[in-house]
């Protein structure tokens, strides 16, 4: 047997088994250091910035930090992203503005979402194959959108027309029929507005987007408004109903019963629903002797100080009542069927005294006072019938006073005279003339109240003897004084007046001190002579003869404060135009020749010396 000599290191393995080993470990640590250096050789190829060939909507963003990236997308896109979008539905079109309807780009999303460097191998090899077209990241406020779809979708919708019967002038039944309509599905749109903003066709100069829609069908079916019509409206209007008030009767026609009967919808049907208030102003007269109305609450003033006069209730019968009893009457077409009854109640007035007390109506917040010379017997004539008229008007709070609904038409019926106004310009006789005086001593008494002026209107040109920028005029069915009563107590107002004067007071509670600052005329215009060929006069269709006043621009200023203390304030600015001077003549005279003389041509004229 021969003896084999084994050679060992002094770990006693046997180096033909260390020696792969070592190889495999040195390989594997040269392909780490390898990918490594790989790895770190894209991260920086890559670069710092957005990957090379990044584009969102067309705009390059490639090599550009974040930063960079976000503010050429808003410099570049910044047209795109407020365009109006085209919208279309059911053959009709409309616009819907991004900026208003929550719709933009987010910018630093769409950044974020296109391809940058990063440690991330996945990144890194998209980043140098290049980022390519990114989508934009749309931020979407659903609430704005959704209230811009409702108001698009306002103009587009074809509502379904709901069947109903009404009746004709002469109180004859007739149908009008059902038909279907469509209406934009609101959700889906806003869901389609907020894909297509910024990528859709609209935004290239293409197509306008099509609204999804849905059909609308109505709640009534044609034989159920067939039948309403034969069964309910037809028996309502056969004829007159009888109604017992207090032991006496009362007939209300069968016309008033068609102006006041109408139909709902309800559950499939229509139901019949009878104003009571129109059936009552149908029959007032009738009612009138039965009755004894009710006495508003209202105010004297005593000493300066107003007071309560309590308001006093009535009896009579409330449209409610008049409906509920006339209602089931109309079921029948029998004559005899067709009786109601209702009793005198209780009615109480608009303002009850209890009410007027909470009004606050306690002193005196604002008079003014106008001068007018008494040598014209209908203008004061036309003065004190509008300031009876408006004398002791109440004005709740928030409510609107209107002088033409307060004073009525200027006619000889209601106690007006002819007087003088102004027309294109030029003083007239007509209706009415001379109110504006108590119109713009109501304007300063409610400017000096503190009121909120809605409407009104200073005259064409200036009157001595109104304060300048600070008066109005008003015209029948087309010139009002109107303010509100914007505090949160009542407002009292008085007149009073004597030849040459009229005074409006106003009581409430006071909220401000006023002042008025008018600046200086501007813009200064001289007048013309204009030739009126009608004879003179102060009958309607004369002549009146005026002498001329410039025109010009003044601003006042209403300036308001509590204590010392300014709140607010508001100009009013007034263009007054020249008043010309009218003369009641044709024409012009025409200019005298001027004579002529022939100069001799041997005595030449002298010239004149530097003195003369």
Known sequence: MTDVNVIADVTGEPAARRHPVRRVLLVLLGVV???????????????????????????????????????????????????????????????????????????????????????????????????????????????RLRAAVDAVAATIDRPPVEGTVR??????????????????????????????????????????????MREAKPSVSAAEVARVEREVAAPAVSGPVSVDVGGTPVSVPATAVAAALTFTPDAGSLRPVLDGVALRAAIAKELAPLESPAVDATFTVKSG?????????????????????????????????RNATVELGDTE???????????????????????????????????????????????????????????????????????????????????GGGV????????????????????????SFYISRYPEGREATVAWGDKDLRF?????????????????SVTVNVYGTRRYRIESVRGPRYDVT?????????????????????????GFKVVDTRVFYTGATKVKSESFRTTYDPENEVRCDSKPPKPKPKPTSTPTPTTPAPSPSPTQ
């Open 33 to 143: 250091v390898l990918l490594g250096a790989l790895w770190v050789g894209a991260w920086v190829a890559a670069g710092s910035g957005v990957a090379r060939g990044t584009t969102v909507l067309g705009v390059p963003i490639s090599g550009q930090s974040k930063a960079q990236a976000v503010t050429t997308l808003r410099r570049r896109l910044a047209a795109r992203v407020e365009m109006p979008i085209a919208v279309r539905a059911g053959g009709r079109s409309a616009t819907v503005q991004p900026g208003r309807a929550g719709l933009a780009l987010d910018a630093p999303a769409t950044v974020a979402a296109a391809q940058a460097r990063s440690w991330d191998p996945r990144d890194l090899l998209r980043t140098l194959r290049g980022g390519g077209e990114v989508t934009p990241v749309v931020a979407v406020d659903r609430q």
């Open 167 to 212: 009746f004709t002038a002469v109180g004859a039944p007739e149908r009008v029929e059902p038909s279907s309509g469509r209406v934009v599905r609101r959700p889906d749109a806003v869901d389609e507005l907020a894909s297509v903003y910024l990528v859709g066709d609209y935004a290239t100069g293409g197509a306008a987007v099509d609204l999804p």
């Open 305 to 337: 100080t107003p007071t309560v006069v309590p308001g006093r209730p009535g009896r009579g019968v409330t449209a409610e009542a008049l409906g509920a009893a006339v209602l089931p009457a109309l079921a029948s077409a029998d004559p005899a069927q």
């Open 349 to 431: 007035p608009a303002v009850t005294t209890e009410a007027a007390t909470a009004l606050g109506v306690t002193e005196r917040v604002s008079t003014f006072t106008t001068y007018y010379p008494s040598d014209f017997p209908p203008r004061l004539v036309n003065i004190h019938r509008a300031a009876d008229l408006m004398d002791r008007t109440l004005v709740l709070p928030g409510k609107v006073f209107s002088l033409n609904d307060v004073v009525g038409e200027r006619t000889a019926e209601r106690g007006f005279a002819q007087g003088f106004i102004i027309n294109n310009g030029q003083l007239e006789v007509d209706f």
């Open 436 to 459: 504006s005086q108590l119109v713009t001593t109501t304007y300063n008494a409610a400017y000096f109240a503190g009121l909120q002026v809605i409407e009104h209107h200073p005259h």
């Open 484 to 500: 509100r009563n914007d505090s949160p107590h009542g407002i009292f107002i008085t007149t009073s007046y004597t030849n040459s």
């Open 526 to 550: 001289d007048f013309h002579v204009v030739y009126d060929p009608r004879p003179a006069g102060t009958t309607a269709g004369d002549c009146v003869a005026t002498s001329g006043v410039p």
